[in-house]
Each structure stands twice: as C-alpha cells, then as structure tokens.
C-alpha cells in the first residue's frame, strides 16, 4: 500500500521569504510519480509540479522546486520568494501505476 | 489548457435521494477519477475509469456507483444519499501514458450538503 505523509498542518512566512513543504512517502514499487497540487480557498487543485522515481535532477518549476531525496523517500516542495497569493491548502501526491495517493495537505499562509 | 467541468459548484439534497454528479473534460483523457475530500482525511479516490464503460473501484466505493458512456463524460452516482456522503466531491482526468503525462487535472468541485 501507499502512504503520503505531510506533517506540518500549517506553516506561516512572509512574503518574500523562501518556504519548504514536508512529504515522506511510501511505496515498495520502484516506478511511481510524485505530485504537488495547490488548493486555493476556491476549492480546484492546482496542478504545481511532478518529480518521476527515475528523474536524477529536481524537477523545478518557476519559483517552485521539488527537493527529491530518493532514499530518504521524501519530496519537499521549496517555494522561492513567496507571494500573498501562495496562501493555500498544498497537498503531495504519489501516483502507482495510474492511482494517486494523497497526503492530509499542510495550510501556507502567507503575511506581508 | 486542460478543462474539466463539474455540473454543479453546490448542491443540496435530501436523504435518500439519488443523486448524480457530472464531470466533463475536454482534452480526449483516458483516464477520469471521482475523489472526496473532508477536513483531516485528504482526498480520497471513489472510482475511476480508463476507458469508456470500464470502471475500477477506488478506496472508498461504497454507497457510489459510476457511468461511463462517452470518453469525456464520467457521472458519480449516489443511489440513495446519506448525510455522512456530505462532502467535497474532486472529478479529475488524465492521459494514459507514465510519466507526466499521466498528470491528473482537476474540475472545480462540487459541495454536496445532504439533509
């Protein structure tokens, strides 16, 4: 079975600021995705950025940056100079074959 | 861009009806998936779907059922409604494929309240 941890339930920064999201995960496949989605308070999930098992770099994409350290299983998501209009709900996902398994999310709020 | 519609943003229903929800994605997606998500659990995965009229059960499918008549269309079915069915419901779809492709994009959600 599959499992997603994120531990922080909510963590604050100010704008401007770089910030890490936490995400262990784990899976006994080797092949699997690993995924970050943002939910504003709007309610749609917000397709951030994706990190394959076999990837060797980071995956990055404008000012968010996927920290993947494979043997410690875990896939922190950096945001680099945060916005007001980061403030969201942020979950990590893990996709085996074509099923994605959610962590319980961790609240980003952003101060100016 | 990707689109998937949801046919309602609200609804508010009665137990014991049966209730449909509609999700429609524009982008000839083989794969379409229903979640729920409530306050402390995440999202969890009801069904999904990877072709027309073929359906998988997720980790949630009971009191749900599913239909997949046409590639870009996948309906949730709540056969007679509970109050503990309240909740936010997340259709997604996504191409067949490995990798990034097999990316999941997400409707807007439906808040279903059952009474």
């Known amino acids: 079975a599959q499992k997603i941890t994120q531990t922080q339930p909510g963590m604050f920064v100010q704008e401007k600021e770089a910030v890490t999201l936490d995400c262990t995960y784990d899976?006994?496949?080797?092949?699997?995705?690993l995924f970050w989605y943002k939910q504003p308070s709007s309610g749609e999930m917000i397709f951030l950025i994706y990190?394959?098992?076999?990837?060797?770099q980071n995956a990055t994409e404008g000012r968010y940056s996927l920290n993947f350290q494979k043997a410690r299983k875990s896939a922190n998501l950096v945001i680099s100079a945060s916005q007001l209009g980061d403030s969201a709900m942020y979950f990590c996902?893990?996709?085996?074959?074509?099923?994605?398994?959610f962590g319980k999310g961790t609240m980003l709020l952003v101060s100016p | 861009d990707v689109k998937v519609t949801q046919s309602s943003r609200y609804l508010v229903k009665r137990t014991g009806e049966k209730v449909f929800l509609e999700c429609v994605q524009d982008?000839?997606?083989?794969?379409m998936f229903w979640y729920r998500q409530d306050p402390g659990l995440g999202l969890r995965l009801i069904y999904f779907?990877?072709?027309?009229?073929?359906?998988e059960k997720g980790d949630i499918p009971e009191g749900y059922s599913v239909s997949r008549e046409k590639k870009e269309r996948f309906s949730l079915i709540l056969e007679s409604a509970s109050t503990n069915q309240t909740s936010m419901y997340l259709c997604?779809?996504?191409?067949?494929?490995?990798?990034?492709?097999?990316?999941?994009?997400f409707g807007p959600g439906t808040r279903l309240l059952v009474l």
């Open positions: 997604a779809s996504s191409l067949l494929g490995g990798g990034t492709q097999e990316t999941q994009y």
């Open positions: 899976t006994s496949d080797q092949s699997y995705g």
């Open positions: 990190q394959g098992s076999y990837d060797e």
């Open positions: 996902a893990m996709r085996v074959k074509s099923t994605l398994t």
């Open positions: 982008m000839d997606h083989e794969n």
């Open positions: 779907s990877y072709d027309v009229k073929m359906k």
